[in-house]
């Protein structure tokens, strides 16, 4: 039924998962052209609060035009979903007949987690899915709001993860997992350190192994938040040093449109991949981040019910000092030294 709604249920006797199930204030499900359960072939999951929520949404958009053949289910855990504009929701699943599940979210729950002014809490949302999802599904595709599709998935519906928790893409090279083994203490991650912004998950074993269990216990550890560079990134790979394998960099090829701003940097860009992750403070969905680089983002979203949703302005004295930047980089002078000055303003009155 369309925008039908219910509050979680609670009948499960797992404390842990209670704990997770209390944090769900609603489900709506979203589900114009009636798709059975027996119908859908990929379940995939996002988390996303207010400033992510319009990547979140041409994040689903792009995954289902790239994949016309495949029948989702799409999951969004916020603790924004009044934000959403629900009709335009119904009309993505009309249009791709697919199912939409929301679920808001208790943002109490995630209080105690660490935070800084690039990561919300909402970066933890990620944690909860797969404890929730297992209930019914035995694998689901985990995807950061800041990754757009512009290919087909379909060989990842054949993966065999076995008793692997997830299956990621590595971050950087083996010098890199030397770095973070040693700064977050664990030789295990000389082996391979990934980033957790596209995850297939085997959601058997992740209930199995105990994960959320594993990470919570992490982060008691107060003595771990100083090594903390990622934080929920980090503390995925500290819990699945041993749990995991890994895929073809294509399903999650990462470029930040700051390196624009940099020409040797600016070579990095590769758009011969399915999964591009706009990573950094700059997202695609940003007034000052509309480049070449990101026309994956731009044409998803042309051709999304969110073509005439505005680009987001500023909200923060760390956006305005990238805003200005880039706008003078792209030659916009009259905008840019607006920005500019307004972010002097900004610096000068001490706003965040």
């Given at each position: 039924?369309?925008?039908e709604a219910m509050t979680a249920e609670t009948t499960h006797t797992h404390p842990l998962l209670q704990t997770c199930e209390r944090a769900i204030k609603q489900r709506t499900t979203l589900n114009p052209c009636g798709v059975e359960d027996s119908d859908i072939q990929l379940d995939v999951g996002w988390g996303a609060d207010g400033d992510f929520l319009l990547?979140?949404?041409?994040?689903?958009?792009?995954?289902?035009?790239?994949?016309?053949?495949?029948?989702f289910h799409f999951h969004l855990f916020s603790n924004d979903t009044s934000q959403l504009d629900q009709q335009k929701l119904i009309e993505l699943a009309r249009q791709h007949e697919l199912r939409i599940t929301l679920y808001t979210l208790d943002n109490d729950y995630f209080a105690q987690l660490p935070t800084n002014r690039l990561w919300s809490s909402a970066i933890y949302y990620r944690f909860m899915m797969p404890e929730v999802l297992s209930l019914s599904i035995?694998?689901?595709?985990?995807?950061?709001?800041?990754?757009?599709?512009?290919?087909?998935?379909t060989e990842l519906l054949e993966v065999d993860l076995q008793d692997n928790v997830v299956a990621v893409v590595p971050e950087r090279d083996a010098t890199w997992w030397q770095h973070q083994a040693e700064a977050l203490d664990c030789k295990a991650?000389?082996?391979g350190y990934f980033?957790?912004?596209?995850?297939?998950?085997?959601?058997?074993a992740w209930r199995k192994e105990a994960v959320l269990t594993h990470i919570l216990r992490l982060v008691a550890d107060q003595s771990l938040h100083a090594k903390l560079t990622f934080y929920d990134q980090d503390l995925l790979n500290l819990a699945l040093a041993d749990k995991k394998m890994f895929l073809n960099s294509v399903y999650n090829t990462q470029y930040s449109l700051n390196y624009e701003?940099?020409?040797?940097?600016?070579?990095?860009?590769n758009p011969n991949c399915i999964f591009m992750h706009f990573i950094g403070p700059t997202k695609p969905w940003h007034l000052w981040g509309q480049y070449p680089s990101s026309q994956a983002f731009q044409?998803?979203?042309?051709?999304?019910?969110?073509?005439?949703?505005?680009?987001?302005?500023?909200?923060?004295?760390?956006?305005y000092r990238y805003c200005y930047k880039h706008l003078i980089y792209q030659k916009k002078f009259l905008k840019g030294y607006e920005y500019f000055f307004r972010y002097l303003l900004r610096k000068l009155l001490s706003r965040r």
């Open positions: 039924m369309e925008g990547g979140c949404e041409i994040s689903m958009a792009s995954l289902a035009a790239s994949n016309s053949g495949i029948r035995s694998k689901m595709l985990y995807l950061d709001a800041d990754v757009v599709c512009q290919g087909d998935v991650l000389e082996q980033n957790s912004g596209v995850m297939l998950i085997n959601l058997d701003l940099n020409s040797a940097k600016r070579k990095q860009f044409q998803a979203k042309r051709h999304s019910p969110w073509k005439d949703e505005p680009l987001q302005l500023p909200a923060s004295t760390y956006q």
